[in-house]
């Protein structure tokens, strides 16, 4: 089974600290995703990579920066925590682009209260 | 813009009431349709994918359909152990193909 690990499950991070969330997966993957989920609107898209060092803007990515040095992992950078950046986010990885027939396959999540 | 809708957003029934979720979908030219489930405290898990109207898949006892407007999620005599949120989310054709979620109907089945 492809596994999808995020680093932690919950964090406390004080307002204008640079936070590091850490996804790794076992499958080598070429598709990586960072979501962020919160009630009443859905999984939102951050960023996605579709290779090593390349990365695409998905629909929230004001104050967030990524990072793929290497195909397994896949790094969300929150440059400057603030409140309205408390979320539940979500990682995840995807074989292929095209016709799927496998879906994404999620980490558990990563809880992130900026206080 | 690609949007998904979901109804209802809760929904509770009683164990072997069937019912049926409902995702409404605009999106350029519809690469594939999908269907995950989501409990409390974890990361979505996949169940379908669809490719084109009328198009349907199984699993126990779920069953998903697709015309070229929306989804049905179709639960048949459901149990306690089908609680769970489930999303739906379309990957488009064209331009960006990461999957773009509704935001989830709220399953709850009572014993």
């Known amino acids: 089974d492809v596994k999808v690990t995020q680093s932690s499950r919950y964090l406390v991070k004080r307002t204008g600290e640079k936070v590091f969330l850490e996804c790794v997966q076992d499958?080598?993957?070429?598709?990586m995703f960072w979501y962020r989920q919160d009630p009443g609107l859905g999984l939102r898209l951050i960023y996605f990579?579709?290779?090593?060092?390349?990365?695409e803007k998905g629909d929230i990515p004001e104050g967030y920066s990524v990072s793929r040095e290497k195909k397994e992992r896949f790094s969300l950078i929150l440059e400057s925590a603030s409140t309205n950046q408390t979320s539940m986010y979500l990682c995840?990885?995807?074989?292929?682009?095209?016709?799927?027939?496998?879906?994404?396959?999620f980490g558990s999540g990563t809880r992130l209260t900026v206080v | 813009e690609d949007q998904v809708t979901q109804s209802p957003e809760a929904l509770r029934l009683q164990e072997g009431e069937s019912s049926s979720l409902n995702c409404s979908y605009t999106?350029?030219?519809?690469?594939?349709l999908f269907w995950y489930r989501q409990d409390p405290g974890k990361g979505p898990e996949f169940l379908f994918t669809?490719?084109?109207a009328g198009e349907e898949k199984e699993k126990e006892r779920l069953k998903a359909t697709l015309t070229k407007k929306e989804s049905f999620l179709h639960i048949t005599a459901p149990k306690p152990e089908d609680s769970a949120t489930y999303l739906c989310?379309?990957?488009?054709?064209?331009?960006?193909?990461?999957?773009?979620f509704g935001s989830g109907t709220r399953l709850q089945v009572q014993p």
């Open positions: 995840a990885s995807s074989l292929t682009l095209d016709r799927d027939d496998y879906g994404y396959t």
């Open positions: 499958m080598d993957h070429e598709n």
């Open positions: 990579s579709y290779d090593v060092k390349m990365k």
């Open positions: 999106v350029s030219g519809l690469r594939g």
């Open positions: 669809l490719y084109s």
């Open positions: 989310a379309v990957q488009a054709g064209t331009g960006r193909r990461a999957l773009t």
